[in-house]
């Protein structure tokens, strides 16, 4: 085995032009593999972190999945509210350690407006248990401030101290904006790649602010309260959508789940945030399997470019295959000379690959990240990535048979005598 070893080092070095070709083209493919394995798993990952280290959501009895659309991606809208004074119930429970109320139904410019308290910016974590930070300016204080998400900030244009203005509902259109009642920007929240970025927070006293001359989602006829006169009304909160718990032990979280279900007041009901999400993903996350495939049919290319290369390469070394069939190479050892030629260039590869796509986390993972959300970070390889290169060698080291086969069932009289 040894020395049929050095003849395929040998040969490819003597070839190493053309076949160099084919390792570079086997490469990108896997580094395509690799990549988009990595991100779908990130993604995925990030997906059911939106909300992390949060215990509870509690909401108007209805649909978990609902719940967790609207009150953790700010889509659809609840069906029914949950009253204020359910919602400082359940911050006084002795297992609760903080809570966040959420209030949403009001947009601007199509993003989603999100009302809460300071708690927020205090206790809601993403990802690995990430904080949310801002990139400029501050939390909101006054009743008129808002935090905007980074991709609000980036994909209108806004800056600290622009005005905004908020509209009723989920449009776009200006029918039904709250002019009469500016926001001036105090806060530019740094990229999460979470709902978080295409969102307007405003404080609680804020939506009740703008909804004072509101009733049953439209504008009350010839009452008009300007802003500056606001304070003089009690803006504490009717209702909010949903509020996110976090409890002082993870073990009391059945329990408290329980409470809530059973609530006398009001039909609650509490969603484990990560049970839901991953749910969730079953349903939305088809994609990612899509992609995958695509990514793999990228690898068969490769490979087919692969064994296209040996194939052709046959005719040129018929003489030299002849040659070691004439001084006592067996067609087991031609067979096995091409296979290891095929599985070497496999490995290569493989190997060039996963440094690529090493060389490319290391320089736009960072790019990425603030862009876009998306980390990809240049860590060991998973067992995940460990299994698809494997199959990748293994499906590889299956191409390189055809060859083998073909020069094993060439007769010595065919590479020695000469074709016109």
Not at 16 to 31: D, F, G, K, N, P
Not at 124 to 135: E, N, S, V
Request: some cysteine.
């Amino acid at each position: 085995m040894t020395h049929l070893l050095h003849l395929a080092l040998r040969s490819a070095w003597n070839r190493r032009a053309s076949l160099s070709l084919t390792v570079i083209a086997i490469a990108l493919s896997v580094c395509l593999l690799l990549g988009v394995e990595r991100l779908r798993e990130n993604i995925r990952a990030g997906f059911e972190q939106s909300v992390s280290g949060a215990d509870l959501i509690v909401g108007a009895r209805g649909s978990p999945l609902q719940l967790m659309l609207y009150s953790v991606f700010h889509l659809g809208e609840a069906g029914h509210n949950m009253e204020w004074s359910s919602v400082q119930a359940l911050a006084a429970h002795p297992a609760v350690a903080w809570s966040i109320p959420v209030s949403l139904g009001d947009s601007h410019r199509a993003y989603p407006v999100l009302g809460t308290t300071q708690d927020y910016f205090r206790h809601f974590k993403y990802g690995d248990q990430r904080p949310l930070a801002l990139a400029q300016g501050r939390p909101f204080a006054g009743i008129f401030d808002a935090v905007l998400g980074a991709e609000v900030a980036e994909g209108l244009g806004y800056k600290l101290g622009d005005p905004i203005t908020l509209s009723h509902g989920g449009g776009e259109t200006d029918l039904a904006d709250h002019a009469d009642k500016p926001f001036s920007v105090v806060g530019i929240l740094a990229r999460t790649g979470t709902p978080v970025d295409r969102t307007v927070h405003i404080g609680l006293d804020a939506m009740e602010a703008i909804h004072l001359d509101w009733q049953g989602g439209a504008h009350l006829p010839g009452m008009s309260i300007p802003a500056e006169y606001v304070k003089k009304f009690d803006l504490a909160p009717k209702e909010v959508t949903a509020v996110i718990l976090g409890l002082k032990s993870r073990a009391a979280v059945f329990a408290v789940q329980r409470h809530v279900d059973g609530y006398g007041d009001e039909a609650l009901m509490a969603v484990l945030p990560g049970v839901a999400l991953s749910q969730l993903w079953q349903v939305v996350g088809i994609g990612e399997k899509a992609l995958l495939a695509v990514s793999a049919l990228v690898v068969a290319v490769g490979l087919a470019g692969l064994v296209a290369v040996v194939l052709a390469g046959l005719n040129e070394r018929r003489r030299e295959l002849a040659i070691l069939r004439s001084v006592g190479a067996h067609p087991r050892d031609i067979l096995a000379l091409l296979t290891l030629e095929g599985l070497g260039l496999t490995l290569a590869g493989a190997g060039l690959g996963f440094l690529l796509l090493t060389t490319l986390s290391l320089g736009l993972g960072p790019l990425m990240e603030a862009h876009f959300g998306l980390r990809l970070a240049a860590t060991a390889p998973t067992s995940a990535e460990l299994q698809l290169l494997a199959g990748v060698v293994g499906v590889g080291l299956v191409a390189s048979l055809l060859p083998g086969w073909r020069a094993y069932r060439m007769s010595l009289a065919d590479g020695l005598t000469p074709r016109t």
